[in-house]
Structure formats: structure tokens, C-alpha cells
């Protein structure tokens, strides 16, 4: 096993939660790729890939090194977009017919500048027919040509993640290819190349967000008056009032940020708290985002939220001091 893992995974065996943190940005995306090329669904595949490290976390005092822990993790994931695909099947949902849009081709392949139309419809057309191939496979015969020819597992990882036996593995992955090759004869030369490039997360795991989050106390004392120049903080207090059952609401800190999808900010924030905030995903207006409140190491708050620029997130934190810490935070899914 890679000898940084194993010392990332006995320090979260010992009871140190922020040790995990780097697992999961080290495999993230090869994380999200898997469980794409199984349930073909961008969202669902960020669901898969946060149950699937959430499993891992508190699986992880019975790992024991026997296997590299990637494996083990990819086996998580495999196993939990598997079980998304029966309950499709379970709701009546045939698999195979949800198309990847023109739009995500789009952002998952470069685009060629110099292009000219009839070059450009070409380039179209062989996206369209790349992904119907893609969807005429079966989902294991889909997971096994990710595992072996974009994540570059070894037949025995391969056999691991699978819990298979590697002939089995050989077998699969020699049918697997075949069929590929039946379905795009033309363009095989093509195949890992686009492949790769098309299993790498969408345009928005890419796009910048721009977020900000306001923090403060709230309390039983007498009312309080926001600044008269900060309109929106008035309208925020607004809210609060509704919201909670406090009277006074003091605003302690202000943070604002700029990040890609995918990316999770870091502030310090009162109580020698930390407060991460990672932006996961933009559809339409509204950006989905986790949000994590920790003290040493505990985990005092863990929470997936959506916010927008005209409808923030407002979260009711740990205590501090005589009050409450109120967490604001708002997003903007195309900073300017």
C-alpha cells in the first residue's frame, strides 16, 4: 500500500478526522469518473462519490491494509453505483437511455478554434456516436474498461475492486473491448483518447463560484440594528428574526472567495473553529455545496446546502460565548 495512505489511514484509525481530508482530494475525481461511467448521471455521480467516502470513513477501522486502499475505495463506489442502477431498474427505469447531452460534450472535449463547420459537424458526430457506444454497453462492461483503460489498474486491482477472479477480470475486459470495437469501428483510433477525455469530470467541476459566508452571534440580548449603509445584512437579519428564536444577531466575520467546482475553501472562523466549504455543483442559478464546522477534531457540523445570490443558506452552528454562531453563506455560479 502507498506508504502516504497508510500514514493518512492509521492517523484517522487513531481518532484524527482531518487526516482523512487528504484521501479524499488525492482521489476525488478518479472517484467521480467511476461511478459517471456506471450511472451516467453527473449529479448522481457526485452523490455516489460523497456516500462512497462517507462508507470509507466509517469503514475504515476494519481496513487492514491487505489491499492499496484505492482499490478498496473503488470497490465501495462500483458496489454503491451498482445498487443506483437496480433501483432504476427497480422503478422501472430502462438503463441505457439517458443520453450525455451535446452540452457536455461540449465541455469535456477541446475545442478546436480553428475549426470550420463542416470540420466541427464531423467532430459532433463523432462525439454523438462515441457516446451512443457508451451507452450500449452494459455497466460492467463499462466499469471494467474505466478501471482498466483510464485508471490503469492492474488485473489484479482490477480483480480486487470487482471481487472477481482475475480470469473472470481477462475474460470480461477481452468481451468488453470486442464489443467496443464492433460499435465504433471507424473510429477506434479515437476511442481511448476521447475516452479519457470524456470520463474526466464535466465543465462545471471546472467553473469558478463565487461565495461568500457571514458569521454571527446570536443571542437572547436587546434587538440589534444592522449598519444603515448595509442593506443586505439588514435583509439577512430580516430573515434570521424568522428563522431563530433569538433577538440579537452580531456580525462577527466576513468571507468571501472565488474557487473551481470541486475545490474546498479553508477560513478560520471564532471559537478556533474551522469552517470548510466546498462548492460541488452548479444547476441552473443555485450552487449545491458541503459545508463542515470543525474544532480540533471534532466534526461539529457537517451539511451538503444550496444557495444562490438572492436566497442564501443560513445554518444555525455551535455555541459561542452566550449565544449561537449563524452561519450565511451565498453563492454566485458565474462570477464576474
Not at 482499490?71 to 462500483?78: A, D, H, S
Request: net charge positive; charged share 25%; glycine share 6%.
Amino acid at each position: 500500500m502507498d506508504q502516504g495512505d497508510q500514514a493518512l489511514i492509521e492517523r484517522c484509525q487513531a481518532g484524527d478526522v482531518a487526516a482523512f481530508e487528504p484521501l479524499v482530494e488525492k482521489y476525488r475525481q478518479r472517484v467521480w469518473r467511476i461511478a459517471y461511467q456506471i450511472v451516467r448521471d453527473r449529479e448522481e455521480a457526485w452523490d455516489v462519490s460523497q456516500e462512497a467516502f462517507i462508507r470509507a470513513y466509517q469503514s475504515l477501522a476494519a481496513f487492514r491494509g491487505q489491499s492499496a486502499f484505492y482499490t478498496w475505495l473503488f470497490r465501495i463506489v462500483v458496489n454503491l453505483a451498482t445498487d443506483r442502477i437496480r433501483q432504476r431498474a427497480a422503478r422501472g427505469r430502462a438503463f441505457g437511455t439517458e443520453r450525455v447531452s451535446e452540452s457536455e460534450w461540449e465541455g469535456a472535449l477541446p475545442d478546436d478554434v480553428t475549426a470550420g463547420p463542416e470540420e466541427e459537424a464531423a467532430r459532433r458526430e463523432r462525439r454523438q456516436r462515441i457516446a451512443r457506444a457508451l451507452d450500449a454497453l452494459p455497466s460492467n462492461f463499462r466499469a471494467i474498461i474505466m478501471l482498466s483503460d483510464v485508471e490503469g489498474l492492474s488485473y489484479r486491482e482490477i480483480a480486487e475492486v470487482l471481487n472477481v477472479p482475475i480470469g473472470t477480470v481477462m475474460s470480461r475486459l477481452h468481451n468488453a473491448r470486442k464489443r467496443f470495437r464492433v460499435l465504433l469501428k471507424p473510429l477506434l483510433f479515437l476511442v481511448l483518447g476521447f475516452l479519457a477525455a470524456w470520463s474526466a469530470p464535466p465543465a462545471h467541476a471546472q467553473q469558478a463560484v463565487s461565495f461568500g459566508a457571514r458569521i454571527l452571534l446570536a443571542t437572547e440580548g436587546p434587538p440589534s440594528l444592522p449598519p444603515p449603509a448595509d442593506e443586505q445584512l439588514e435583509r439577512v437579519l430580516a430573515r434570521l428574526r424568522g428563522l431563530f428564536r433569538y433577538n440579537a444577531y452580531l456580525p462577527l466575520e466576513r468571507y468571501r472567495a472565488n474557487v473551481p467546482i470541486g475545490t474546498m475553501q479553508r477560513w478560520v472562523i471564532p471559537g478556533d473553529r474551522r469552517l470548510d466549504v466546498m462548492p460541488e455543483s452548479v444547476v441552473n442559478s443555485v450552487v449545491r455545496m458541503w459545508l463542515r464546522i470543525a474544532h480540533g477534531n471534532l466534526v461539529e457540523l457537517n451539511a451538503n446546502i444550496e444557495a444562490q445570490p438572492d436566497r442564501w443558506a443560513v445554518i444555525g452552528g455551535p455555541r459561542y460565548n452566550d449565544g449561537v454562531l449563524i452561519i450565511v453563506i451565498w453563492a454566485h455560479p458565474n462570477p464576474r
